[in-house]
């Protein structure tokens, strides 16, 4: 086949917006009631509704659970997670327009179980012993900011807001039971922690009425994380801990904290939402674990008694959220050519079943870039990581003597990191002739806690330093055109965005995604969870005021020179819209090219199907006008200021 000869990013692509979200949903929360599988979808194309969805393994059949008006999401910590848990076929979740507690017997409709109380609920557990929910209780009665969080037990029956077991810090997850119902163990942290910095692990004997007694702290401190505690079907209470460097699995034998297979890699990842697992017990023995390394994810088994660790071969190189039930695992896998799916597997010898894909797309092989995993040089004679992907379409080739244009993203978090899965919000890009390059930079999950750790008192200096680096390194290498280099991120990659934009001269425009420009507004306004975060990041508010100022891009935005796009939801409560609207305000007095595109019902990331196709369209429409290239298809102009 002859290649059309076209300039890169107006090539004729694939993929279009409708295809982002139409037929898509993002899989999360799965957990087994006996046999029967259940999982939450977020669809889009239902305004971001997030259904419970059940699989009868029987009859092979995949029915919705919420009706619809009932939307399965809790705002605990704003992020959210687990937000339900189901016993003997009944359902009791968090309806998110009014965060009270529904039960749905099964064939029944949702009934209201605790009051209407501005209260929220998360990672929830059915304790069968004493007939009764254990969640974490986030109360907001007296203040937002300061909403206090508790572990509280509560009445399937029905129950105002509970009765509190467990008190006395700021944060609580993770609440979970023996085998035998007799203990309960539980992770506590304080301001100014964040659960990947220090966590405390709790055990607490249960007396007959279900209280704890002989509450005891086993491990933990202010700079050591522990993640997922689990009882293990023979009742040893196991858990994850970064002491080593390395989240490790350890099990608690005898009063100590005994490894279970030390390696340097991560079992884990930071848990911005509650109910995050990477492992689970397959067998008494045996446990199943999702493991990073190298920037791949793994899926290993462990065998107790052998003392090893077997990579289990699947065609898949993303695995997340294992839960586990009678030799049965469940977890969400994909790979570089195909998305995300729901998936089971029944242990050894057998072939990985999928139960729902999250996206029925079909593309030409030719037309996925596969990206390359590369370690680059960044300042202080330290190295960084990234995935880039090459431009890639089957029917175009760039006009001899061009290279392509560079995205830069900047993820959020910013513990977070790239996926190695296919996002066809990637292939986008690079069928329309883009190299887009996923930056992990300083900061990032998945390379051990020094890595997490470099952005320590340094928040808008790794990561700027790490994300231009890895520009400049590309363009070096002779892979992109230096002089068409463009940044985009969300939430703390927004920030990150905006401070390469006003520190850096490298990019010729940006895209902030409900991105943070002033960093002392907000620490003053976000919300108790991420209230302090920054104190660890860039310094105690407001002793470090001046530092706060410094870092802002909103302070230094006369030297920003390159045009900007900012995208906001208007009901954002982690990062609020007069972060975009102040930036937007001083570029236009600058005279800088600059647009803004607000969704008014949308949040601190946007779930809403015309909502995502807008804001994507209009993001190449900006690069269309500020990089020169034509579009091969009609999109709606946006309005740029200040553009001439």
Avoid at 336 to 348: D, F, I, K, M, S
Avoid at 581 to 599: C, R, S, W
């Amino acid at each position: 086949m002859v290649l059309a000869v076209k300039p890169y990013g107006s090539w004729s692509s694939p993929v279009s917006t409708e295809m982002l979200t139409q037929n898509t949903v993002t899989f999360d929360q799965p957990q087994f009631d006996g046999d029967t599988l259940y999982w939450i979808e977020t669809r889009p194309h239902e305004q971001g509704r997030n259904v419970i969805v059940r699989f009868n393994p029987l009859t092979q059949e995949i029915q919705d659970m919420t009706p619809p008006g009932f939307n399965a999401r809790t705002r605990a910590h704003e992020y959210g997670g687990r937000a339900y848990v189901v016993h003997d076929g009944d359902i009791f979740f968090c309806n998110f327009q009014d965060q009270r507690l529904y039960r749905q017997i099964q064939g029944g409709k949702p009934e209201p179980i605790t009051s209407d109380l501005p209260i929220r609920y998360a990672d929830m557990i059915f304790d069968t012993h004493h007939h009764r929910i254990i969640a974490v209780r986030e109360d907001h009665r007296i203040s937002d900011i300061q909403a206090t969080t508790t572990i509280v037990s509560i009445n399937p029956e029905g129950d105002e807001c509970g009765t509190v077991l467990v008190s006395g810090h700021d944060f609580y997850s993770d609440p979970r039971l023996s085998p035998d119902g007799q203990q309960l163990t539980w992770l506590a942290w304080n301001h100014p922690q964040m659960p990947w910095d220090g966590t405390e692990l709790w055990l607490a004997d249960l007396n007959h009425e279900g209280y704890p007694t002989n509450s005891q702290r086993l491990k933990g401190s202010s700079t050591e994380s522990i993640l997922q505690p689990l009882f293990s079907p023979a009742g040893v209470l196991t858990f994850l801990s970064d002491e080593s460097g390395w989240w490790n699995l350890y099990q608690w034998v005898d009063g100590t904290a005994q490894a279970i297979y030390p390696m340097a890699a991560e079992f884990g990842t930071p848990p911005w939402v509650f109910g995050m697992t990477t492992y689970g017990y397959l067998t008494p023995d045996q446990i199943v674990a999702v493991y990073m390394e190298n920037g791949s994810r793994h899926l290993g088994l462990i065998d107790l008694k052998k003392h090893t660790l077997t990579e289990i071969k699947t065609p898949y190189t993303y695995f997340a959220l294992p839960v586990t039930h009678h030799h049965h695992v469940a977890m969400i896998a994909g790979s570089w050519q195909e998305p995300a799916a729901l998936v089971t597997w029944q242990g050894e010898h057998t072939e990985i079943q999928v139960i729902k894909r999250s996206q029925n797309v079909v593309m030409n092989p030719e037309d996925i870039s596969v990206p390359s995993f590369i370690t680059f040089p960044t300042a202080h004679n330290q190295e960084a990581y990234m995935h880039l992907y090459p431009p890639k379409n089957h029917a175009f080739t760039g006009v001899p003597g061009e290279k392509p244009p560079l995205m830069v993203i900047s993820h959020g978090g910013p513990t977070s990191s790239g996926t190695p899965l296919f996002h066809l919000a990637i292939q986008y890009w690079t069928t329309r002739g883009f190299a887009v390059a996923d930056v992990d930079y300083g900061g990032s999950s998945g390379y051990g806690r020094a890595y997490r750790r470099r952005l320590e008192g340094q928040w808008g200096v790794v990561d700027v330093e790490d994300c231009t680096n890895a520009a400049l390194y590309l363009a070096q290498q002779g892979l992109v055109d230096q002089n068409r280099m463009v940044i985009r991120g969300g939430s703390a990659g927004g920030f990150t965005t905006l401070a390469c934009l006003a520190f850096r001269n490298v990019f010729r425009a940006g895209a902030s995604y409900f991105g943070v420009s002033d960093l002392g507004a907000l620490a003053r306004e976000t919300h108790k969870f991420e209230s302090r975060y920054m104190d660890s990041m860039v310094g105690p508010w407001p002793e470090a005021e001046a530092l706060y100022r410094k870092r802002s891009p909103l302070f230094h935005a006369d030297q920003i020179k390159a045009p900007v796009i900012f995208f906001q939801g208007l009901d954002d409560k982690i990062v609020l819209p007069n972060q975009a609207e102040m930036m937007v305000e001083k570029l236009k007095e600058n005279h800088i090219p600059v647009a803004y595109i607000a969704f008014p019902e949308e949040g601190h990331g946007f779930r809403q199907a015309q909502n995502i196709k807008r804001a994507t369209e209009a993001e190449l429409y900006f690069y269309s006008r500020v990089l020169g290239f034509s579009l091969a298809e009609a999109i709606d102009p946006v309005p740029i200021e200040n553009l001439a």
